[in-house]
Structures are given as structure tokens and as C-alpha cells.
């Protein structure tokens, strides 16, 4: 597998807001989608189920963590403004959810559950929280919730809550994948203790400009030693690689992380990633930071992670009847031939309506030609009778991967609704096959190769680092985002240099740096191939019908 695929899915999503996709089936779709560049088997990379999650801090969103946005004063806030829920609402409103009038008391706490709301994939219990105080915080989570039925061992359910204005009430929807797939059941839903964490900030004693790779860093906390991986500079962004011990099970929920300090104001990352590691004991993590050209004399380091200051006591347990049979028999349906998006990360072959929401399901990257330029799209626009939806990536066991589209209304017959779809923001990842450059690794000194890729000039560097080649690239131009992988022949036969995990918001700079581990321990005739890149191609953009 190769970066250029990663970012295949991965560079949208560090763009998205909540509702996030499943993480963890967003990793086969990568390792699927890997096949059409037919790297799978020679990068001989796996990534274990449990690192899959560890994608950018938008994973503390769905692994239980919501880490709250600031309310508008005076704003009340409604179901249909978390986290992008509108379609709830819409089904509701147009009776295919069940409404509930259920309280429960415990330990001064009140739970009321308002009604269930579910399409084919997804279920959602909308409830309201009265607590006789709530602190100031960064995130909140129930400590269990748990749906079951009929006795069997429950499903564990998400929960999405914000505070309304500032109020002791909270707002909010217990989610998980649909369960109302047998007609009328009864389900009992379990709720314990309500826990509040606020950010605990630890100013270091450690200089920015004396860390280099390799330090180890005192966290002074219970995370330890951290491992510094690289550091990079380029034009005003400085990108940090690092490693946190994972002392506890899922510690990255709790979301360590290194800040910077500049004087007395904290500078959090404008990008960040969590990384696959090959170590379960680790967290391998990646900050960019927005830093004044020159000097790092003035910055200093920080550590950070969630820390829990207060639980409310209390054991929530209710029993409710529920029917999705009005939503299922309610959906449409429409098979969908999009010649213009076949190449494309975008190549929707159904479309789905269902009362919570529109999908438009994508095909299988599978199959294609394994040097065919691939076509990503950041942003995808649903425009439906006037009015203008903005789209973003999901997935589902049954189903697949699809974009979503939240239905601001409801059509008793969609057949004939007019939709089309409007692509842009498009960026190409290409492979070159026929640019192969002989190179004199004889000497010490460094060589360079220039060549134009996508129309933009890069710079190949190469040079040697006792038995291993390294090859550095970079281009001076920012619509170039890198070359992800590149290839090496070395007496005819092609290999590839060893994986280094590049995050979909890049490091910082389209620099990259390729090591191929004992290339050079014996003689032979070496040949430099670019291999994958990436360039972006604003002017890129398709509109189409997709009903009517």
C-alpha cells in the first residue's frame, strides 16, 4: 500500500466534521483500493484492527468523546444541529420515527428519551439530560450505554450531546447501527454515570529549537517519556512527529498531544494525525503547527491530554417499543451509470433516499487500470429543488462506502425530485511508468534529478547513508502535494523504499524523503523512477444530473 492510496479517503476526512465514518472499515477500503496500484503485497505493510481508529482526532467523536463546540448564547440548541443530524429531524417531523415520553431519575439527574428515529443503516435515540449542575468542560461522555434486546448481550451506542445555551440541560442522540430490522421489538436501553473531562496542560521545561529526532522528552505525567520521530521546518509550518506510550487501553481517546507555548499563549496544531504504529504499546501522532519564519527561540513545548474532574453517580435503565417497518417500505432507489466520475473517488453507482438522509453510493476501486490518473474530489454538493446540501463520506457494513447527504425535507415521491450533483476541489494522483533516471551513487556527494510532474517542477535528491539510498523530493510549487512513493531498479529488478506513513494533510510541505534500507550494500546499476504523485487540479470540476 502506498500514501498516494491513503489519501485516496483519508485527506477528506480530516476536512469533515462530525457524523464521522466508521475508521475502522475506512482502512479496508484503503487496502482495497491499494490493489489497483498493485503495491498491496511488495509494501509489505499490514495495519492491525485496533491502530485502524487512529486516524485524526475526529476519531475522539465516535469512540466516545465529543469535544464540544462553544454555543452561541441565547441559541437553543435542537437535534437537527448535532453533528450535522438534520435528516433526523425531517423524519421525525414527517412521522417515521416513534416518539417517546420516558423519564428517569437517578441521584438528582433526569433523563428524558424523546423518540427513536431509524433508516436502514442507522438508529438514533433522541434524549434530553437535566443535571442539577454542569461544570465547565471540554468533553463529556456516558462511562457505559448500552442498547438491548430481547435479553441478548447489547450493542454499545455513540453518544452525540451539547449543552443547550447555558442552561443544565443537554441535548442529545444515543446512535448505533439500525437494530429495527424485525417489525415492533421491545428494546431496554442502560446508561451509567455521566463523566466531565476538561484538557490538563503541562508546560515543559524544553526548548523548541534544541528538539531534535531521536530526544526523548518527560512528559511529567503519567504518559512518561515521549519519543520525538522527525521534526521538519518549511515555510512558516513546523511539523512534529512523536511517540506517546499507550499506558492505558485506548489512551489515544484521551487525546495526548505535544502544544506549543510562545510566551504565555498555547498554540495548538493546525493539523493533526494519529498514525499506524507497529507497536500496540505506542501512539505514533503528527502535529503541524503554524510557526514565524526563522527562529524557534521564542517556542517552547507543552503536553496536553483529557482529564476526568468530575462524574456524576447515576444508572439510567429504560424500556421502550420501537418500529422502523414505515422508514424501510418509505426509501427510494435509483441505479445510477456516471460515465464522467468512473475514474474518480466519486464513481456513485446508486442513489438512496431514506428518511434520515440521501446517499450516494460509491463503486468499488477495485478493478481498474493500475496506471489509470485517479480523480479525488474534497467537496461534494447536493443541489435538490433550490436548495444546496453539502455531502460527506460515511460507510456501512451492509452497503459499503457512499457520500451523505442530510434531506432538509421529505418528498412523498421522489422520482421525479430534480438532484444534481456538483464536484470540485479535485486533486489527481498519477503514477509515472516511463521516467526512469540512472543514478551515480559511486561518491558521497549528493545528485539531484529535475522533472516536471503534472506540470510542476520537483527536484529529486539522492544520496547515500552508509548502505542505504535516500531519496528526497520536493517541488517549490504548493498545488504539488508530494510524491508519495517512489521506485527504484536496481540491476533491472524494481523495488520500493520502506513505508513512512504520510497523514492526508501531508507534513506540512510536499517534501518527502524515501530510505531504501541496504539498497546499496552491494554494487549494481541503479535507476530512479518518481513512482506515485500528487497534484492538485483546481480548475477541475464536473456537474451532473443525477435525478430527474
Known amino acids: 500500500m502506498n500514501n498516494s492510496v491513503e489519501q485516496t479517503i483519508l485527506k477528506r476526512v480530516e476536512a469533515d466534521n462530525p457524523p464521522m465514518p466508521d475508521f475502522e472499515a475506512m482502512w479496508k477500503r484503503i487496502e482495497a483500493s491499494s490493489q489497483h496500484h498493485e503495491l498491496q503485497s511488495k509494501s509489505n505493510i499490514t495495519y492491525r484492527s485496533r491502530y485502524r481508529k487512529r486516524i485524526t482526532l475526529a476519531a475522539v467523536a465516535i469512540s466516545s468523546f465529543l469535544i464540544m463546540v462553544p454555543v452561541v448564547a441565547g441559541m437553543s440548541i435542537g437535534w437537527q444541529d448535532l453533528a450535522g443530524r ?47 449542575e454542569i461544570p465547565n468542560y471540554d468533553a463529556v461522555q456516558f ?11 447489547g ?23 439500525n437494530v429495527l430490522n424485525k417489525g415492533k421489538e421491545t428494546y431496554d436501553l442502560s446508561l451509567h454515570n455521566l463523566q466531565f473531562f476538561k484538557y490538563k496542560q503541562i508546560p515543559l521545561q524544553v526548548e523548541l529549537s534544541d528538539v531534535k529526532a531521536g530526544d526523548k522528552v518527560d512528559s511529567t505525567s503519567i504518559y512518561g517519556q515521549i519519543r520525538i520521530v522527525s521534526v521538519e521546518l518549511d515555510k512558516g509550518k513546523l511539523t512534529l512527529r512523536y511517540e506517546i506510550p499507550s499506558i492505558i487501553p485506548d489512551a489515544y481517546r484521551k487525546e495526548p498531544k505535544l502544544q506549543l507555548l510562545k510566551g504565555e499563549q498555547t498554540l495548538s496544531a493546525s493539523y493533526t494525525a494519529i ?43 429504560a424500556s421502550f417499543e420501537a418500529d422502523g417497518k414505515k422508514a424501510r417500505e418509505a426509501m427510494y432507489r435509483k441505479q445510477l451509470e456516471l460515465p464522467e466520475l468512473v475514474h474518480s473517488d466519486m464513481n456513485a453507482i446508486e442513489l438512496v433516499v431514506t428518511p434520515m438522509e440521501i446517499r450516494l453510493m460509491l463503486g468499488d476501486l477495485t478493478g481498474s487500470e493500475p496506471n489509470q490518473p485517479w480523480v479525488h474530489y474534497d467537496k461534494q454538493t447536493l443541489f435538490i429543488d433550490g436548495q444546496t446540501i453539502e455531502g460527506q463520506l460515511g460507510q456501512s457494513e451492509k452497503s459499503g462506502w457512499y457520500v451523505r447527504f442530510q434531506a432538509p425535507v421529505w418528498y412523498q415521491d421522489w422520482s421525479d425530485v430534480p438532484m444534481e450533483l456538483h464536484l470540485s476541489e479535485a486533486w ?27 506540470g510542476y517542477p520537483v527536484t529529486l535528491t539522492y544520496y547515500k547513508e552508509g548502505t ?56 549494481g546499476d541503479i535507476q530512479l523512477s518518481p513512482g506515485f504523485y500528487n497534484y492538485m487540479d483546481p480548475e477541475r470540476k464536473v456537474e451532473v444530473m443525477i435525478n430527474k
Do not use: H
Not at 89 to 117: C, H, R, W, Y
Open 143 to 153: 462511562e457505559s450505554k448500552v442498547l438491548s434486546e430481547g435479553g441478548i448481550v
Open 468 to 523: 542505504d539510498l535516500i531519496i528526497e523530493s520536493y517541488s517549490e510549487n504548493d498545488k504539488f502535494m508530494g510524491i508519495s512513493q517512489t521506485a527504484v531498479k536496481k540491476d533491472g529488478i524494481v523495488t520500493y523504499p520502506e513505508m513512512n506513513n504520510t497523514p492526508p494533510g501531508g507534513n506540512g510541505s510536499n517534501k518527502r524523503v524515501d530510505r531504501y534500507p541496504n539498497l546499496l550494500a552491494t554494487e
Open 86 to 132: 438534520l435528516g433526523i429531524t425531517t423524519a421525525m417531523k414527517n412521522g417515521f420515527g416513534n416518539p417517546l415520553d420516558i423519564s428517569i431519575q437517578s441521584e438528582g439527574t433526569t433523563l428524558s428519551l424523546k423518540g427513536v428515529v431509524a433508516d436502514d443503516e442507522r438508529m438514533d435515540i433522541l434524549f434530553m439530560m437535566d443535571v442539577p
Open 275 to 317: 498514525l499506524p504504529s507497529d507497536n500496540p504499546e505506542l501512539i505514533l501522532r503528527q502535529d503541524t503547527f503554524p510557526v514565524s519564519e526563522g527562529s524557534l527561540d521564542n517556542y517552547r513545548l507543552q503536553f496536553s491530554y483529557l482529564d476526568m474532574f468530575k462524574q456524576i453517580e447515576g444508572n439510567w435503565q
Open 428 to 454: 489527481i494522483s498519477t503514477r509515472s511508468t516511463d521516467l526512469w533516471f540512472t543514478l551515480d551513487v559511486q561518491g558521497e556527494k549528493k545528485g539531484t534529478v529535475g522533472v516536471d510532474l503534472g
Open 155 to 177: 450493542v454499545q451506542l455513540v453518544e452525540i450531546m451539547d449543552r443547550v445555551s447555558s442552561s443544565n440541560r443537554f441535548v442529545g442522540l444515543l446512535e448505533s447501527k
